[in-house]
């Protein structure tokens, strides 16, 4: 099985966008919340990797996702300023309960 490794992405710039997706979106600033968010289904990013080379990356789904939220945060947005609604999730013991 081959390991995912993680991605370093310094300075990055969304410079592509296609389609639309929405989707649930948590997050760990704002824990026990959640909402529903428009993000793009397809993105091109670019950035500076770990050794301060240029780099290009396509993105798509999940991965498109993420990326697009943690650049918001860069920007000081948390994903609870663009949901059409945001919903506090009940934890039990054992964890999270929806």
């Known amino acids: 099985m ?9 300075n990055p ?3 592509r966008s296609e389609g639309k997706c929405n989707g649930t979106e948590g997050c760990l ?7 529903f968010v428009d993000r793009p289904e397809k993105i091109t990013v670019e ?3 770990e050794t301060g080379a240029q780099r290009t990356l396509d993105a798509e789904g999940f991965f498109a996702r993420a990326i697009c ?5 860069l920007h000081g947005i948390l994903f609870i300023d663009k949901p059409e609604f945001v ?3 009940e ?4 964890g999270i309960d929806e």
């Open 29 to 35: 600033s704002v824990p026990g919340l959640f909402g």
């Open 13 to 15: 710039v969304i410079t």
């Open 2 to 10: 081959e390991e995912k490794q993680p991605h370093v992405f310094i």
């Open 69 to 73: 939220h943690e650049v918001d945060h």
């Open 91 to 94: 934890e039990d013991e054992e």
């Open 47 to 49: 950035y500076l990797d």
């Open 87 to 89: 919903e506090a999730v």
